[in-house]
């Protein structure tokens, strides 16, 4: 195969997109992000999306291209990112995709599941269900359906139980029965590399980015969110946080410790989802940019 797709994943907070923009301007190419919280142009600081010195520097894709009140899904994600793969590669050899969300870059990679069809029904039930009973109820419930997959599944992200729960219900089978079918073949060679540092040392950056991210004005940006927080897409670390503090349950540096705490789990399941694929290779991140050229050459 002539062309070829570096794919750049690791926890959040440790310098994908840095190291993501250096590859690009070794290769003269573009960067496709798969980060799916960077997808929405009203949420900029919560999600760290890149500077616009960054996305000046190398054409960025599928970087705050939809809005929060957009049904976007990853299937959809995954056909408009291989068309894009398609046009890229008339025109460059290599491509960079980049990003934290597992389930995103997977679809790109290797290609999507096949899913029954859900009535509207059952979703209206479900979503009904969290708004009366909590994320708990909806984390008991995928536990009954589908005790193999829960174990994997974000338990704090109610969207996703949701998505599970509604194809349990509709086919009466595990969420996980429908999961690493036969896909078909990518024509372009894929070199999947994953960055990794010492757990202290990328909980202090999460920590500090936080930091900066109040000092940003992230309290002002979710505040303006607040009337919308019922939406899938602010269902996330960063926002919920301070959704509650907005409604009087707990305080701001209560809501800035949470985030912050929130932020290292979500970094830790990032790094667990790298460790289960065998097909990445795993990289420090220091000289992480010769590493990987050394590897790409």
């Known amino acids: ?24 301007q070794h290769y003269n190419t573009e960067i496709i992000s798969c980060d799916s919280r960077q997808f929405y142009k009203e949420m900029s600081i919560g999600t760290a999306v890149p500077s616009m010195e960054d996305l000046k520097s190398i054409p960025h894709h599928f970087i705050q291209h939809l809005s929060i009140h957009d049904n976007y899904s990853v299937g959809t994600f995954e056909k408009e990112a291989l068309q894009l793969i398609d046009i890229l590669f008339q025109k460059f050899d290599t491509l960079i995709l980049v990003g934290g969300s597992g389930l995103y870059m997977n ?5 999507m599941d096949s899913f029954p069809e859900v009535p509207k029904k059952i979703r209206e039930e479900l979503n009904a269900a969290y708004q009366e009973k909590g994320i708990e109820y909806l984390q008991n419930e995928f536990l009954k359906w589908d005790p193999i997959y829960s174990q994997q599944i974000d338990p704090n992200n109610p969207h996703r139980l949701i998505r599970a729960l509604e194809v349990c219900i509709a ?26 540092a010492p757990r202290d040392w990328l909980y202090q950056r999460i920590n500090k980015r936080v930091d900066i991210m109040f000092e940003k004005g992230l309290v002002e940006e979710a505040k303006s969110l607040f009337p ?7 269902q996330t670390v960063g926002y919920k ?14 809501a800035k410790e949470e985030i912050k705490k929130n932020t290292r ?6 790094l667990t989802w790298i460790r289960n694929k065998k097909t990445i290779e795993v990289i420090s991140c220091d000289n992480s940019l010769s590493k990987i050229v050394s590897k790409t050459n």
């Open 1 to 24: 195969m002539s062309k070829r797709l570096i794919t750049l994943s690791g926890p959040t907070g440790i310098g994908k997109t840095a190291l993501a923009i250096e590859l690009a």
């Open 107 to 111: 679809a790109v990679i290797h290609g």
């Open 171 to 196: 086919s009466g089978k595990p969420y996980s029965s429908f999961l690493n079918q036969p896909k078909q073949p990518r024509t372009f060679e894929v070199l999947s590399f994953a960055l990794n």
């Open 228 to 234: 919308l927080k019922h939406l899938n897409a602010l």
């Open 241 to 254: 946080e301070l959704f509650l503090y907005f409604e009087g349950v707990h305080s701001l540096e209560f």
């Open 265 to 270: 789990r979500y970094a830790k399941r990032q």
